[in-house]
Structure formats: C-alpha cells, structure tokens
Nanobody, 120 residues
Framework: QVQLVESGGGLVQPGGSLRLSCVVS????????MGWYRQAPGSQRELVAA???????NYADSVKGRFTIFRDNAKNTVYLQMNSLKFEDTAVYYC??????????????WGQGTLVTVSS
C-alpha cells in the first residue's frame, strides 16, 4: 500500500516562512511528477507549484519568487518552502504525487491537506 502524508502547516505572521513536507511511503518503484495545490475558503483548488521527476519546476504567478518546491528522491519527499507569506496565502495545502508501485501500477495520490494561516 502506498500512502502520502503532509506536514508543516501552521500559523505564521505576514512576511514569515513555513516549510511543508510531503512523504510518500509504501511499496514504491518510482515517484514521478509531484505538486502542491491549495484551496482557500470559497475558492477552487489551484496549483501552487509542481516538479517533475527530473527536477524541473513551475509555479503559479502569485507565488513566483517567494515559494520554492524541491524534492529528495532518496527520502521519497517533496517540500514547499514558503517565504514572504501574505494574507492571501492562507489556505489548505495539498500534496499530489504520481507514484509507480512495485507492481508497476501508477497512482495519483492526494494528501489529507495541511492548513496554513497567515495572520497578524
């Protein structure tokens, strides 16, 4: 069984920083594309950042220059470093991963979400 667990959310003041982590565990053959999404109250889920298995990344315009996505394949983990946080970054953040297990089945996994609140 393959599963995905996020951590790192919390309350932070504007201008502050947080790092989110997403660990994939289980019978994994490979981790493919991975990404972070967020959903604010009353809004649709949106892509924040994504990274390919080769390390190529892309970002939503709203977070460019402030957020960085990176991965540690040895640890089956993807991170989202969030700096210069703004009120409008408040949302539930979800990790998404395309994973191939040892039976060579490919899954698109979602985490349970971690809440990030930017408030003074």
């Amino acid at each position: 069984q393959v599963q995905l667990v996020e951590s790192g959310g919390g309350l932070v003041q504007p201008g502050g920083s947080l790092r989110l982590s997403c660990v994939v565990s289980g019978s994994i053959f490979s981790m493919n594309d991975m990404g972070w999404y967020r959903q604010a109250p009353g809004s649709q889920r949106e892509l924040v950042a994504a990274i390919t298995s080769g390390g190529r990344s892309n970002y939503a315009d709203s977070v460019k220059g402030r957020f960085t996505i990176f991965r540690d394949n040895a640890k089956n983990t993807v991170y989202l470093q969030m700096n210069s946080l703004k009120f409008e970054d408040t949302a539930v953040y979800y990790c998404n991963a395309d994973v191939t297990d040892r039976m060579y089945r490919t899954f698109k996994l979602w985490g349970q979400g971690t809440l990030v609140t930017v408030s003074s």
